[in-house]
């Protein structure tokens, strides 16, 4: 079961500029899982997988935003202004 209106149902607080895309399924033993995208002005800049987050819709919502937070708050730590090497996503 594929539910395109579950990034409407999450909270988060986004740095401006950046867009969050949420795709979440539910497995044939109907734990939720799904695909989450951040971009910065358009540029992918996350993907993550995300399996096995709870049964219960709205804690696997939650856990989702969670996730998304904590890679957000890492990613603003770090310094940007060098070149790593590492393609674009």
Do not use: Y
């Amino acid at each position: 079961m594929n539910d395109p209106d579950a990034a409407l149902d999450i909270s988060l607080k986004l740095p401006e500029g950046w867009t969050f895309d949420l795709q979440l399924t539910r497995g044939e033993d109907q734990t939720h899982g799904g695909v989450a995208e951040l971009r910065e002005g358009g540029v992918l800049r996350c993907r993550m997988l995300l399996s096995n987050l709870d049964r219960d819709r709205k804690l696997a919502l939650d856990r989702v935003a969670t996730r998304v937070e904590f890679w957000l708050a890492e990613w603003q730590s770090r310094d940007h202004s060098g070149t790593t090497g590492f393609a674009d996503l």
